[in-house]
């Protein structure tokens, strides 16, 4: 008898660390060089992670599908618009944890979620055909001086959401709508492709202007590719609104799911994330800069872009305006 009880126990005691040994990551970020990441968490940790990596809709729909029966332990996505849907979902498990307290910055978390590194909205513009003084902040870009000049993806999409979002927050639903206006009266096309499609179609002279997330450009900037190099001579590139509020910030971050079945290996992770070796991978692999302020990037292209001051609008902000931002769009008709 005892020793079918040690034996239960033992059994009892194996499946337990069995589970701490497991992380299940739902992943929408894209970046290939996010393997390396997760490689050393586990190398670190003996967890090993499997990831799901999908589309945020898709992975937001399967999370709600599985219900309390699903596996994922994190969701991880890039922009505050999509995490806010997923703490709207209620998806989210608040995290206590001291060391996330003291690394992230206060501006770059909720209850629910933390960022783990940060990436500006930025203008750019032809050098030939436009001048930088023309476009120094996002406002310009609404200005009838540059008619049929702007190239921009759909209002739609998260990025431009959380860039409204900010403007909201700032100045107002009035001044944001009076924006969104300008900016779609000043189009040079119907609104088509990604951040990258912007960049080139402004250096081949199809528009003068249009906004960008930095990592882009510092890709194309690392980029051996002599097309991505000559494109990037002629653009010029532009931190908005530095004698107002800064550069538009936005974030790629994360959460512990409600359901977690590992809570303890999750947690692990999130504060994973938040270590230098982490903190410098996002900065060095993805070219965003690292959400932990004393962590500094190995990334001459990244650093190459210089100093500039940035918007610390709280991000939590961002996201509950996300809803509105996409009325105000459709209102104005950017598509
Ligand atoms: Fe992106």
Redesign the pocket.
């Known amino acids: 008898m005892k020793s079918t009880i040690t034996a239960l126990a033992c059994l009892v005691a194996m499946s337990a660390s069995a589970e701490e040994k497991v992380l299940n990551l739902y992943s929408a970020r894209h970046y290939q060089t996010d393997e390396a990441l997760y490689a050393n968490f586990t190398r670190q940790t003996g967890i090993a992670i499997n990831r799901i990596e999908a589309k945020e809709d898709e992975l937001l729909e399967r999370i709600r599908n599985e219900g309390a029966a699903s596996p994922a332990d994190i969701f991880i996505t890039?922009d505050a618009a999509r995490l806010a849907k997923a703490d709207e979902l209620g998806l989210f498990a608040p995290v206590k944890s001291k060391l996330l307290e003291q690394r992230i910055p206060a501006h770059l978390r909720s209850t629910d979620w933390f960022a783990f590194s940060t990436r500006a909205r930025v203008i750019i513009y032809n050098k030939e055909t436009v001048k930088s003084e023309a476009v120094r902040n996002y406002e310009d870009l609404a200005r009838p001086a540059l008619k049929g000049q702007v190239c921009s993806r759909s209002g739609s999409h998260p990025?431009n959401l959380s860039l409204l979002a900010s403007i909201i927050a700032h100045q107002g639903e009035a001044k944001a709508e009076e924006w969104a206006r300008g900016v779609v009266a000043n189009f040079a096309r119907q609104p088509k492709g990604?951040?990258t499609d912007q960049i080139k179609a402004v250096a081949a002279g199809e528009c003068g202007v249009a906004i960008s997330?930095s990592?882009?450009l510092v890709r194309l900037l690392r980029s051996d590719k002599p097309e991505d190099k000559k494109a990037m001579e002629r653009v010029g590139i532009v931190w908005p609104d530095q004698r107002g509020h800064g550069a538009h910030i936005n974030i790629s971050g994360g959460g512990m799911l409600k359901t977690a079945p590992h809570k303890e290996a999750a947690v692990k992770f999130l504060e994973y994330l938040a270590s230098d070796e982490a903190q410098a991978h996002f900065a060095n692999g993805n070219n965003e800069w690292p959400a932990v302020a004393s962590v500094k990037p190995a990334n001459p292209a990244l650093e190459g872009l210089g100093q500039f001051k940035a918007d610390t609008l709280p991000i939590p902000l961002l996201a509950r305006n996300a809803a509105l931002a996409q009325k105000i769009y459709d209102r104005a008709g950017w598509k």
């Open positions: 890039v990025y990604g951040d997330n990592y882009y």
